[in-house]
């Protein structure tokens, strides 16, 4: 079992820069794949970001690339997100989300969820 824990959200104009964090519970953190997904009122929950158990492999949403950057320190039990340049596009409610071993883009492969953090950017 893992519990995750989302933390970071916030305001910020367009063109600033967040940090998302999820602390995860259990002592087998290394054995999962993590990764972040987001939903926008009305909108469907979609793929942002994905990083492997070792942080070797790291893959992004095309929407994302360039911009932001996920990281793990398995030492500490977190995973982080931080995310430059941001649009008011990027405005969703961001979930961190846990499957073993390899990443993947696909939703309903994630077996843990956060509850959530908010991330609001104004134009």
């Known amino acids: 079992q893992v519990q995750l824990v989302e933390s970071g959200g916030g305001l910020v104009q367009a063109g600033g820069s967040l940090r998302l964090s999820c602390a995860a519970s259990?002592?087998?953190?290394?054995?999962?794949?993590m990764g972040w997904f987001r939903q926008a009122p009305g909108k469907k929950r979609e793929f942002v970001a994905a990083?492997?158990?070792?942080?070797?492999?790291?893959v992004y949403a095309d929407s994302v690339k360039g911009r932001f950057t996920i990281s793990r320190d398995n030492a500490k039990n977190t995973v982080h997100l931080q995310m430059n340049s941001l649009k008011p596009e990027d405005t969703a409610v961001y979930y961190c989300?846990?499957?073993?071993?390899?990443?993947?883009?696909?939703?309903?492969?994630?077996?843990?969820w956060g509850q959530g953090t908010q991330v609001t950017v104004s134009s």
């Open positions: 989300a846990a499957k073993a071993l390899f990443t993947s883009v696909t939703l309903h492969e994630y077996d843990y």
């Open positions: 259990g002592r087998t953190f290394s054995r999962y794949a």
């Open positions: 990083i492997n158990w070792s942080g070797g492999t790291t």
